[in-house]
């Protein structure tokens, strides 16, 4: 016996597979619902545009990132964690090491290694169909000017120390808004079974 809960319904079968994504989505996904709509007269700027400036940017920048995040890796790949002749540093000194070392997130407004790395950028964002040297376009919604990310970040104010514990869940620091709250920072336990190393430290903005 079929059940006609087995039966695709005709409202179903009616909907695109984008249509259908949509209708299931949780409510903080509805901004995108509108892509589609454009989509069908091939009007993407308009899709694009359809989406809030800030939710868009996210996007953006999300790809910006991830070219970063590769880009990062084939560096260290190709050169270690050393400076070498190519590299952009965030200073213009004689002599700096491989913390002063950036790396650029795709614009038009940036600079690019002029090492091995400089062809690795346009390999990559080619397979997206990006050329990193041709970042420019006459809308903004797509247009940015890139910017620069140190490869890594040097820690300023290290501290440490051994916590002794024995509940395995326990929280083994706090937060800035624990503190706000009154909550005490957490103590050693004499005797305890485990011991764990505490590390606090501050890192720049960039």
Request: proline share 7%; glycine share 4%.
């Amino acid at each position: 016996m079929v059940s006609s809960s087995s039966i695709p319904q005709k409202r179903d079968l009616e909907l695109s597979p984008e249509e259908a994504s949509l209708s299931t989505s949780p409510k903080q996904v509805k901004d995108e619902e509108n892509g589609p709509k454009y989509e069908e007269c091939q009007n993407y700027l308009g899709a694009l545009e359809a989406i809030p400036r800030n939710l868009r940017l996210m996007y953006l920048h999300s790809y910006q990132s991830f070219v970063w995040n590769n880009m990062a890796t084939k560096r260290l790949k190709l050169y270690h964690p050393t400076p070498v002749i190519g590299d952009l540093t965030s200073e213009q000194a004689a002599q700096y090491t491989f913390a002063d070392v950036v790396l650029p997130l795709p614009g038009y407004d940036v600079e690019y290694p002029t090492h091995a790395l400089r062809s690795s950028y346009t390999t990559f964002m080619a397979q997206h169909n990006v050329d990193p040297f041709s970042m420019h376009r006459k809308h903004n919604t797509a247009s940015l000017p890139g910017s620069y990310r140190k490869i890594i970040c040097k820690p300023r104010d290290v501290a440490w120390k051994l916590l002794r514990y024995t509940d395995p869940e326990c929280d083994l620091a706090i937060t800035d808004l624990d503190r706000l709250q009154g909550r005490k920072e957490v103590e050693t336990v004499e005797g305890g079974a485990r011991v764990a190393v505490v590390v606090e430290f501050t890192l720049g903005s960039e």
